[in-house]
């Protein structure tokens, strides 16, 4: 049997509301993953060092304050200098449709809006996450 998912959930900024962040990280723990939330205002830099240290399948950010392209890419950078690249970056939160296909380019494999369903972030994340490439 496969070892259970390892995901780190993270507030990354000054947004004070994790509410969402904290059903996501829920609804993946209920689906049988380990999930690691990190808490409110972490930055890009202790974001990547808790899932270098958990040794994370996939980290999702959650951001709500309108700062989701800087933090986005400076998260995607650290990853890369810790050689983190094969971690999957997906997110959500208040990001404007028009940003999505910018970050997605940056390398974040998946936006979440509002209205997405936790069964979707679910079946999204078991398809997407720890599936062999190709």
Request: proline share 5%; net charge negative; no cysteine.
């Amino acid at each position: 049997m496969a070892a259970p998912l390892r995901i780190v959930i993270a507030k990354p900024g000054l947004d004070g509301h994790d509410r969402g962040a904290k059903v996501i990280a829920r609804a993946l723990r209920d689906a049988g993953m380990e999930v690691v939330y990190t808490g409110l205002h972490q930055t890009p830099e202790q974001i990547v060092q808790t899932v270098v240290q958990e040794d994370a399948d996939a980290v999702g950010l959650s951001v709500l304050s309108g700062a989701h392209m800087t933090l986005f890419k400076r998260t995607l950078e650290l990853m890369a200098e810790n050689d983190a690249t094969d971690v999957i970056i997906f997110g959500g939160g208040i990001i404007p449709e028009a940003d999505i296909p910018e970050l997605e380019a940056q390398g974040v494999a998946k936006i979440f809006t509002p209205g997405a369903t936790m069964d979707d972030i679910v079946a999204w994340v078991r398809g997407h996450v720890g599936a062999p490439a190709g």
